[in-house]
């Protein structure tokens, strides 16, 4: 029984461990503070923010032990590095080769979560923690301001509202159709944030080639990237990365909660910190074939506009959102 409880207390010493790395890269050395419970996902953002190379870019070579720092799931405490060492990081800032997005490989393994599994990854102490410490450190910067009495919109873009993987001459085409429609019947009820996945430049770029951040008939209220997320453990050692809700609670407590906030995304993982608040929506592939029958973001406008009116949004099921429009529509006809 000691012993056990010693070792238990000898594991979490070395996960909660800060440890100070010194990168190397193109000339220059960054120093950086990370902890034994971030996986190589959360070093390689780190590593973003200070060099601008997106995470998928780099490689990270260290003596012996360059191998498991390519294998993003694994925890730093997991892996044998020392503050004396220094670490290099090869790889390449992405104005350079922003003409090949067709590269990233694509996220093909959306996990299918049981609520249990969910609930347990949110509550686990050491995900609140690195919700806390992103929230120290990540600052989400106002566009307009928060409005009294809104709730709030939080929105993906690869998949969600644009079809990325396909090509065309002019990006509008791979939009997802009734794009601005939707926005702007959202607006009424709804502040809308946009929150990605890719880098702030590929945000601003792709939003901005969509005529969606200067629209007259809506406004964004902020963008979120790849930094702002966080990367999780379930009990059962599965890592993924997700878009924590709380970080933006934590902002502007004032205007946004649990109650009123809903996060669309083609990826139910990125919910996992905040399963109530996410609905997964249908992605938007091959826009060529879809784009003349794509009907997603109507019928979610009907589904939003018909829930704005709730004080408390966690008592839907947003599961079941289709089945809700469906009832509502017999409701009115037969009203
Ligand atoms: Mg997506």
Known sequence: MESSSSAAIAVSSLTEEELTLIVKWSGKEYTLRVCGDDSVAELKRR??????VLPKRQKLLYPKVSAKLADDSLLLSQIPIKS??????????EDEIILDPVESPEIIDDFEFGQEEAVEIKDKEVNKQKLRRRFDQYKIKLRTPCREGKKLLVLDIDYTLFDHRSTAENPVELMRPYLHEFLTAAYAEYDIMIWSATSMKWVELKMGELGVLNNPNYKITALLDHLAMITVQSASGRILDCKPLGLIWGHFPEFYSAKNTIMFDDLRRNFVMNPQNGLKIKPFKRAHANRDSDQELVKLTQYLLAIADLDDLTTLDHN??????EDNAKRRRHA
């Open 320 to 325: 079941s959102w289709e089945l809700f429009n």
């Open 47 to 52: 590593i973003c923010e200070f060099t601008n």
């Open 84 to 93: 004396s060492i220094k670490m290099t990081m090869i790889g390449t800032v």
